[in-house]
């Protein structure tokens, strides 16, 4: 028992000694941290101090390796001059005759620089880090919708490609007073060459649009638009609605696929068929030069009746069919030069003259379409310019197109009528949710150059 007990003391007093160095220790560390002055509010003061700079030491270097990157790329735009090539927009920009030749060399595999135009601008960007300007990339626009960019390569040469920009779709909706011409000021707000000819289409019946519309007539066309993030129009789709008011009155039709067609027509806003047998104008943007009726003759000298009607329009413009039939002749004839003449139901006949050329399979016994392309506009045989002398027949009995009232195509009746009035209702709340949000016509595309009319005999 006795030495048990003296080992318990033993034990306690080695407690006592642990306990005593942990004391001390403390006490001198306590001592060390009073003198070094970490309890008090100035090394508080001195961490944040040091935190502080080297955060500003941080911002200084990010600040200057980020402004050295800058100034290190340059870029640059310009525009295309006037007969200008790209290798000369480039070399202009400041790069080499071989960096040039190099990006051209990759963009001619996704684009065709000879589409560039006068004014359009190019992008062109640079790096500066070894004091020189090297030629990095190019950027332009191919067209709306669509951008060509050509980036440096890690092996030194150029890669190109063709990026197509998001596009979004519209109901888009022009109203507006004609200004110098209907297809002028329709593609000046918009439209393009497709949304003008459906309108000449839709009115080709009973509109001369050289001699019936005027400065000032209104117009409106309805129809699905894709664009651009520049607002220019990409592509277009259907056409929902056309109207045009004129001297001789105000007319509207609406797009309908009736039941058991394979495309849609025109109606007015009662069913009936905008078509009629036979086109007034079996040509699209001609100037009508002479009408039907005695004149003097420019030619020949003297007055002679002019049994038909000639339109004045560029060599090449295209000539259409005024109705559905079969060619009972198609070659040169005369006087008439190249020509055609179509045997049509009910007696009538149509004749063209003047072609400069016909259309691919245009022969004798060939069935036509009304609205196809048979020839384009020319000046060959008894002629002292470009135009289309155009004839109607009845019977043998030369008629006067201009005047000539023919029936019109098929009337929707029943379940079509029913079907198509929904469809009209359906277009005129979309004209009317497009008319308060766009109450006035404003450009929404890019510009397209307007073809002039030829001159005429």
């Given at each position: 028992?006795r ?7 033993m ?8 306990f ?13 941290a ?7 509010g ?6 944040a ?10 911002r ?6 980020f ?30 005759s ?11 595999d ?27 990339g ?38 507006a007073?004609?200004?110098t ?14 949304e ?25 066309i ?30 509207k ?20 068929s ?6 007034k104008t ?19 000298g ?33 006087s ?7 045997r ?7 004749s ?6 016909f ?8 069935r ?27 019977r ?5 197109p201009m005047t ?21 209702e ?6 009317q949710?497009r ?5 006035l ?9 307007v ?7």
């Open positions: 028992m030495a048990e007990f003296a080992h318990r003391l034990e306690a007093r080695r407690g006592l000694t642990a005593g160095l942990m004391a001390a220790t403390a006490v001198v560390g306590l001592g060390l009073w003198h070094a002055g970490l309890f008090s100035a090394a508080g003061a001195a961490a101090e040091i935190a502080a700079q080297r955060e500003e030491a941080a200084r270097a990010e600040h200057r390796a402004t050295e990157v800058y100034l290190a790329h340059e870029a640059r735009e310009l525009r295309v001059a006037n007969g200008e090539t790209l290798v000369g927009v480039l070399t202009r920009a400041g790069a080499t071989a960096e040039a030749n190099a990006a051209l060399a990759s963009i001619v996704v684009y065709n620089p000879r589409e560039l135009r006068p004014g359009q601008p190019i992008s062109l960007f640079f790096d500066r880090s070894n004091g020189g300007a090297r030629l990095t190019v950027a332009f626009r191919s067209e709306p919708g669509a951008s060509v960019t050509a980036n440096r390569t890690r092996a030194g040469g150029f890669a190109a490609r063709e990026v197509l920009m998001p596009v979004t779709f519209e109901i888009a909706r022009i109203a007073p004609v200004e011409s209907l297809y002028a000021s329709a593609l000046q707000l918009g439209a393009t060459d497709r003008v000819a459906a309108l000449a289409d839709a009115f080709a019946y009973d509109v001369d649009f050289q001699r019936d519309v005027r400065p000032g007539d209104p117009f409106e309805v129809f699905e638009r894709y664009y651009d993030d520049e607002g220019n129009t990409v592509r277009t789709g259907n056409m929902l609605f056309v109207s045009l008011e004129t001297g001789r009155g105000s007319r039709f609406y797009s309908f696929i009736a039941p058991g067609d394979a495309r849609p027509d025109w109606y007015d806003e009662n069913g009936h905008a078509r009629r047998f036979l086109m079996p040509i699209n943007g001609a100037r009508l030069s002479s009408g039907y009726g005695m004149r003097r003759h420019p030619i020949l003297y007055s002679r009746m002019h049994r038909g009607t000639d339109f004045a329009a560029p060599t090449g413009t295209p000539i259409l069919a005024a109705g559905d039939g079969a060619i009972v002749r198609a070659g040169p004839y005369g008439y030069g190249n020509y055609i003449r179509i049509h139901a009910n007696g009538y006949e149509t063209y003259a003047h072609m400069s050329r259309a691919r399979g245009m022969r004798s016994g060939v036509v379409r009304q609205g196809q392309v048979i020839g384009y506009v020319g000046t060959t045989g008894r002629s002292t310019g470009p135009h289309l002398h155009y004839e109607v027949m009845l043998g009995r030369q008629m006067n000539l009232r023919v029936a019109t195509g098929r009337n929707l009746e029943g379940r079509a009528l029913e079907l198509f009035m929904i469809e009209r359906r277009i005129d709340t979309l004209r949710v008319a308060r949000e766009t109450p016509a404003e450009p929404i595309g890019e510009l397209t150059p073809a002039r009319d030829a001159s005429s005999p």
